[in-house]
């Protein structure tokens, strides 16, 4: 899942709190600032996905954020690599995640 912050509302704190537990990358885009943050985030899925159970995954993420998630990060799931961590968890497909529409 790609995750793309704009706005400078989400700071790093943030996206340690929210992403604590899972593996994810995070880094900063080119015309990030400290005083107007602006992040690229990948947070691996833990198996291949349907392009249903993505977009619900993406707003699940939507949600832990408050909305602040640019819709443009929806990628097609195609595009999603399958990877794993060996300490942290991959995103699973939950019920809790599966059930926001």
């Known amino acids: 899942m790609a995750l793309d912050f704009d706005s400078g509302r989400t700071t790093e704190a943030d996206i340690r709190q929210h992403l604590d537990g899972y593996a994810y990358l995070a880094y900063t885009s080119y015309s990030h600032q400290p005083e107007l943050e602006k992040w690229r985030v990948f947070v691996p899925y833990h198996q291949p996905i349907s392009k249903e159970q993505h977009a619900a995954v993406f707003r699940h993420f939507q949600a832990r954020f408050g909305g602040d ?21 991959s995103i699973r497909l939950t019920d809790d ?4 529409r």
Request: proline share 0%.
């Open 69 to 89: 998630v640019a819709t443009s990060t929806i990628f097609s799931h195609r595009r999603a690599v399958r990877r794993t961590s060996s300490r942290r968890e």
């Open 97 to 100: 995640i599966l059930s926001r």
